[in-house]
């Protein structure tokens, strides 16, 4: 049997799309014979440790404590002596830990000192570089080649110290699982970490997209209130920079001046009272929904006519995934995962960006511009979801992986 333990930082998981990882993998192992899976969730909202199981899945739930970055090191040290007494092998037995978090790797020298013949992996969904330079991929090798020199800015000095920190950690981790072709080339690159500890899968998600007719989206948009000739511009995402949000919203202003017979659809949580700020004068034109469920969401999917995407930084996004399946053309950033993804994908346009000090921007006039030929073009009924971000196809590699390091 092999025992597997998925990690999670609950308080951070909407994240980098960590959640919808989570419940993925759920879909990929939870049925697998001779896997036993347990999903292990740090900093969750219980008020007391709490063991579940949920579909032949043990959910061990580590309460929210709000300590101090400092006295991390105790606070997982304390989950482990405690989920380690759940921990029940025998002779024939394998155990996998399956890291999904960089603060998460406090638990590897107990991990190995418990249970040396463990496997420990980690899936790399963010890296602190990314946001910090706002996704300026030039800048950063141009940092790591530089190293550590008294003419370097605080800025410099700091990402430098975080990559030296994030390539003895990932060293510590027996496989890799990157998300992007580009992540895992900057790993063996630049990290000079091994090529047979790296791998990439992409996230998948399952094909069960419901694309409407056009009669059936004009029903969908009276019941939404929406007026039928209206085009939508539709925005997933959290409210925040790197996002694009505010590039998006410039770019929107050229493009309701032009078109008036359009609105943008803001679906997310985050910062509303900056973003409403910026939407002044077109709080008619500019819907903010909130956070959404995925039934609600998934309307806005089908009546929508293009999809943006401008983050200036992205792995395999799921959002990207979505607009995939419900067929809409995807107007991107070329953010590194973002540009590998539409590359893949029969209905996409990449705006370029200009390297600006420290940051990677998209111009709002270029966006605008991109966005007004896409409504131009009438949605194509024959594009296809590439199969490799379908969850049957993650399913397969993770499984091999599982299968090959037990």
Known sequence: MKHIFLFIDKERSAAYGRGTYIQQMVKCLQDSKNISLNIVQFFAGNKEFDVVIENNVHVYSFPFKNIQPSLLSRYYRNCWYILKNYIKL???????????????????????????????????????WASTLQGNVDYYKRIIKKGATSSNTSLENEVYLNYVIEKQSLEEVDKIVCLSKFTERLLIENYTISADKVLLIYNGLEDDFIVLNEKEK???KKRLFIPVYEKIILFVGRLDSSK?????????KEVIALNPECRLVIVGDGNFAEYLKMAKDLWNKIVFTGWLPKEDLCLFYQVADIAVLPSVHEQCSYVAIEMMGF???????????L???????????????????????ISSHALGVAILEALKIEKSKNIIMPSIYKLENTKINYLNLYSEHS
């Open 90 to 128: 025998t002779s024939k037995d394998h155990v996998i830990f399956h890291l999904n978090f960089i603060r998460e790797f406090e638990l590897i020298k107990f991990m190995r000192k418990d249970y040396p013949l463990s496997k420990i992996f980690f899936t790399l969904h963010f890296q602190e």
């Open 218 to 220: 004009e029903q969908l």
């Open 244 to 252: 694009g949000l505010d590039i998006l919203i410039n770019a929107f």
């Open 339 to 361: 540009r590998e993804m539409i590359d893949l994908y029969d209905n996409g346009i990449i705006v370029e960006t200009r390297e600006k000090e420290d940051q990677m921007l």
């Open 327 to 337: 067929k809409l053309p995807i107007i991107s950033s070329p953010a590194y995962g």
